[in-house]
């Protein structure tokens, strides 16, 4: 699975977009990137996945560069409550093996 | 709540004991994955099972253990316990091959918290 580099904080307003980025440059066609989060201790949380395609549900929305190196995750109106870590993962989805590889991730910190 | 349940919610035991966590997955989930995370640290991932076989390793030690039983539950064994074992353990659940592939998405559970003294 490739590795991925996030920025280990950052800040945002609270009712403003957060956009957090993620470099997957080693990314492979074959390969989606998944997006969890973690609120203090609690068990990760799906957010969102995608392959090349812009991606949006009712959570968050991804973008994903053409040549797939890298990709955003936007929060587009943060709440005290998305304060937590987010992580960026690369993987081949169908596969039997789901393991997901963890990063250190991306503190966000939403500030009133 | 995912759906994906953990007991006990904490565990504080003495160095060289042994101990047994166990997860419950999600309604209809035959893969189980355990991860340990260390203060602070990301999450590492020990082991998967599926259906009730062992299906992928990671960085899981000689003195920990897992199975998974008919009724998919899971239960992970940790024994000869040593201080820096002290940390969260997380359970995670998803579908079976063949049903939701194109998410692959894992429920968590809210995690077990072992503190070894």
């Known amino acids: 699975d490739a590795k991925t580099t996030q920025p280990p904080s950052m800040d945002c307003a609270e009712g403003r977009a957060a956009n957090l980025p993620c470099n997957h440059s080693t990314i492979s066609g074959n390969e989606y990137v998944y997006w969890y989060r973690q609120i203090h201790s609690q068990g990760p949380q799906y957010i969102i996945h995608g392959l090349k395609n812009n991606e949006t549900n009712e959570m968050a929305s991804l973008i994903i560069t053409e040549d797939r190196k890298s990709s955003t995750l936007i929060l587009p109106h943060a709440t005290l409550r998305d304060t937590a870590v987010y992580y960026c993962i690369v993987r081949v989805a169908g596969d039997s093996n789901y393991q997901l590889i963890w990063g250190a991730g991306t503190k966000l910190i939403i500030k009133p | 709540d995912s759906g994906v349940t953990q007991t006990p919610k904490h565990l504080i035991t003495a160095t060289g004991q042994r101990v047994t966590l166990r997860c419950s997955p999600r309604?209809?989930?035959?893969?189980v994955y355990w991860y340990q995370q260390s203060l602070d640290q990301g999450l590492q991932f020990l082991i998967q099972?599926?259906?009730?076989?062992?299906?992928a390793k990671g960085n899981i030690l000689e003195r920990f253990s897992a199975q998974q039983f008919p009724d998919l539950h899971s239960e992970l064994n940790l024994s000869s316990l040593e201080l820096g074992d002290s940390a969260l353990y997380f359970c995670a659940s998803s579908a079976a091959p063949g049903l939701a592939v194109k998410t692959n998405e894992q429920f968590f559970g809210p995690g077990t918290r072992l503190t070894v003294l």
């Open positions: 309604s209809g989930d035959l893969s």
């Open positions: 099972y599926y259906n009730g076989e062992e299906r």
